[in-house]
């Protein structure tokens, strides 16, 4: 089952520009993840943000955490045609398996 | 390459045929995980190994599906008597056992089509 849902589910922009996408879920969190998955690359880790953290930052990425709302997101800044991909959250619920419940994801089209 | 590795890449089969599916982990991670993706959707959890332990196993994996990790190293992911349902990609993802790690390493996954 879906732990989360992104959006928007789409989002379309010009190179250059800021992308936001946002993300909630359900259930109580160790931390939370953003993978990008296109298809040449598959998926690939971004940044990680713990329960107990608000913000974080990786270069061009920013990722902010609300545990209060069950909520998350990611913003890109200085968008590049590179960045054209599909973004998903993903939680980690601390069990022992630390296996991770997806969103559905976004689709993010930049435009040069 | 020391990433995940997963083969075939891509496999067309006829509903009610057998199919396996390997995953090469990078080298020292203890955990592998099997995901399932259909299209416009997020991955979803079928199973984990421990290394060579299966630990939990989805709601989702039929009795028509099988994983093995013998030794610990790398993975099969069978599927008995195929339904077109089956159709998705199958992810293989790995990582290592540490308070401080937690990301997942995904290898290209394999596509299957039942047709």
């Known amino acids: 089952s879906q732990q989360g849902e992104e959006d928007p589910q789409a989002l379309s922009i010009q190179e250059g520009e800021n992308a936001t996408m946002n993300c909630s879920y359900k259930?109580?969190?160790?931390?939370l993840q953003w993978y990008r998955q296109n298809s040449g690359r598959g998926l690939v880790h971004l940044i990680l943000i713990r329960s107990n953290e608000r913000e974080k930052h990786s270069g061009r990425l920013r990722v902010t955490l609300d545990t209060s709302k069950k909520s998350s997101s990611l913003l890109i800044t200085a968008s590049r045609a590179a960045d054209t991909a599909s973004y998903f959250c993903a939680t980690d619920n601390a069990g022992n398996n630390r296996k991770l419940i997806w969103g559905l994801g976004t689709s993010l089209a930049v435009n040069p | 390459d020391t990433g995940v590795s997963q083969n075939p890449r891509h496999k067309i089969t006829k509903r009610g045929q057998n199919v396996t599916f390997r995953c090469d982990p990078i080298?020292?991670?203890?955990?592998l995980y099997w995901y399932r993706q259909t299209l416009g959707q997020g991955p979803e959890f079928l199973t984990y190994f421990q290394n060579e332990a299966q630990l939990e196993k989805s709601r989702l994996l039929s009795d028509r599906f099988s994983a093995e990790r013998p030794k610990g190293s790398f993975s099969t992911l069978e599927i008995q008597r195929t339904e077109q349902g089956d159709s998705a990609m199958y992810l293989c993802?790995?990582?290592?056992?540490?308070?401080?790690?937690?990301?997942?390493?995904f290898g290209p996954g394999t596509r299957l089509t039942v047709t």
């Open positions: 993802a790995s990582s290592l056992k540490s308070r401080l790690s937690y990301e997942q390493y």
């Open positions: 080298s020292e991670h203890n955990r």
């Open positions: 259930t109580s969190i160790n931390n």
